[in-house]
């Protein structure tokens, strides 16, 4: 590779030159920079998708939990719910919200998660991307080229973005994430790259402005819930792209339009829990138990 791959533009032109797909070009970039094979690059993707299905599995079957005691039931609350009536969207919005819910939940107990791209967003990549591969037969090899494309659509944005809510607020993090997902979804589906592009650029220009306002400072209210909901935002910025809708704007302009947002929003937004949901008046009783 006789460039490095800072924009997105960047990224659509070296794909459309050589005529590769995403992960074919991301793979052979990340060999030469690291010095190793094509191969070996797989295997650490692997990897990294085997520790998002064994964090799933391992939620799905606890009720641990927090050591706050805030969190930690929900996904067998819905797993039950889903026993007695299925989902409104059907068996594969079940499988991604109850994914989700394991995964976050799973990082609250301690276990084992992948960050993707942080601990608090853990959730968003795997369920949209484990959920939609069982229930659509696809193979361990597209779901580690669509990993692939997720991360380089996590690398790029943290280019112009630190992908922390202290920095940016919760766009960066939850928001950044669902936007992997949507671009990873859209490949699995057989999206053109332009349409990968368009899902990315349609899941964060819809999230921007979303802060980081923790209830007691962690990583817990309203962080858990917001991983199945942005999962499933994730989904429908991949229906609408694949469908031909556009973002009317570049996606480099909707990651500069991030980090402005980002840099405008109040230091009491960004991880601080000193604003919004942090010091409602319940959140606040519930920090007055909690460390009292």
């Known amino acids: 590779m006789d460039k490095s791959i800072n924009t997105f533009k960047e990224l659509e032109d070296i794909c459309k030159k050589n005529n ?3 992960y074919e070009v991301i793979q052979k970039y990340e060999a030469e920079l690291a010095e190793t094979t094509e191969k070996d690059i797989r295997l650490l993707v692997k990897k990294s998708l085997d520790a998002m299905k064994e964090s799933i599995k391992n939620g799905l079957q606890s009720k641990e939990m927090s050591i706050s005691g805030m969190c930690g039931d929900d996904c067998d609350r819905l797993q039950k719910k889903y026993q007695k009536e299925g989902a409104i969207f059907g068996k594969t919005f079940e499988k991604i919200t109850t994914y989700a819910l394991a995964t976050i939940e799973e990082n609250l107990r301690m276990g084992k ?4 791209p942080t601990a608090g967003s853990c959730a968003i990549v795997p369920s949209v991307l484990v ?10 090899e597209d779901q580690i080229n669509a990993l692939i494309t997720a991360g380089t659509i996590g690398r790029i944005i943290s280019n112009k973005v630190a992908l922390a809510g202290a920095v940016a607020g919760c766009q960066a993090e939850c928001g950044v994430a669902s936007a992997m997902a949507a671009g990873a979804l859209t490949q699995m589906r057989g999206g053109s790259i332009p349409q990968i592009l368009n899902a990315v650029a349609l899941a964060m220009k819809n999230l921007l402005g979303l802060t980081c306002d923790p209830v007691c400072g962690l990583v817990e209210i309203p962080c858990v819930k917001r991983n199945p909901f942005l999962a499933i935002h994730a989904v429908t910025a991949s229906e609408l792209a694949l469908a031909g809708v556009e973002s009317k704007i ?3 302009e909707v990651i500069d339009a991030l980090e402005q947002t980002g840099k405008l929003m109040s230091p009491m937004l960004k991880e601080s829990s000193q604003a919004g949901l942090a010091t409602t008046k319940t959140a606040l009783n519930l920090k007055e138990k909690l460390f009292k």
């Open 20 to 22: 590769k797909q995403i």
């Open 113 to 116: 998660i992948a960050a993707c």
């Open 131 to 140: 959920g939609v591969s069982e229930d659509l037969d696809i193979q361990e």
């Open 250 to 252: 570049p996606l480099d």
